[in-house]
């Protein structure tokens, strides 16, 4: 007989994050007798930033977000999937991705996550309350009669300032140079600004889940403009009101392309001690049998396309995925350098002085192209 196989997972705390990872483990232990997975979890910003290398010391698998993969991928913390995955395992998988997702993980030649639930910022609303919106004008209006709420926590405020960009046609830079050209980040700023000035303090402390728990529990507000989708919300009994997902409002005259892509994914430790195992169970788990069923049965957010495709899993969501499919298919793909989470967490906080008026839009532009340029 031999010794009984245990694998550490970290993953992270929402429900979405958890349950179809737990659920996934139980279900792999019935095909592989003798092999545990266990799953520990942690909070939407320490999943944010938490640096991978740490996770990857203790865990033999993690959910991971691709803009870490920049600073780890010559760290040799990760397996990269191309060691014992097929070629013709991962063209399939990247043949079901949803818009960038698959290609989000691959760097310097390897792939080091496999995507396993697609998210970009997206339109969502109160279908009781109010119709979508179709343009940022639209969401102007809305906010000056006091109808918009937004989650503006760091890093979600840079997000807005990305997506906005790449809606105009001119996205942001994501290698060597200055970040943005001055005329598009004063635009950006003028726009952003002119929906935030109407909006309370608070939101700047809020991600998007305490921005989708006041939407779904509050009459107050109508839609959330930019906001990375959660089908949580859009499930029956979830919370006290349905949340509607719909393509993100337009700013350009592109349609909703552009906005700053999510998601997360499935990675391995270099120093598991069951590469091929971890690799086994991640490349189901990515599947699209087991996205379009297990996973989104356990609450899971899908990232296989397929999945996506499916009209009994949009049927429990308000066609949440019909409905954002636009959107997550032309959404933009953020610098994922070495050195980028730092510059992350640097421009979310010149955003967010410049929204909040304590330094002035030019400024916030030059400095997030000095330091965008200081990240390389």
Known sequence: MTDPIELRGMTWSDPRGFDPVVAAAKAFALTHPGVAITWDKRSLQGFETTPVDELAANYDLMVIDHPHVGSVADQGCL???????????LAELANQSVGRSFQSYFLHGKQWALPIDAATQVQAHRADLSRRVRSWADVIRKAEDGNVIWPLRSPHVLMSFYTLAANLGRPCATSHGDLIDDETGLQVFEQLHAVSRHMDETFYTMDPIAALDELSCSDRYHI?????????????????????????????RNGPLGSALGGTGIAISSKTAHPQLCTEFALWLAGA?????????ANGQPGNALAWSNAAVNASVLDAYYNTRLTHETAWLRPRHDGYMQFQEEGSEIV????????QPETAVARLNERFRASF
Request: aromatic share 12%; hydrophobic share 35%.
């Open 352 to 359: 967010t002085d410049a929204l909040r008026g304590h330094i």
């Open 79 to 89: 397996l990269a999937f191309e060691t014992h995955a097929s070629n013709d395992a």
């Open 289 to 297: 049998e087991c996205q379009s069923g297990l996973y989104v049965d």
């Open 224 to 252: 959330a403009p930019l906001v990375y989708l959660y089908k949580g919300y859009a499930n029956d009994g979830y919370r006290a009101n349905r949340i509607s997902f719909t393509d993100m409002p337009v700013l350009g």
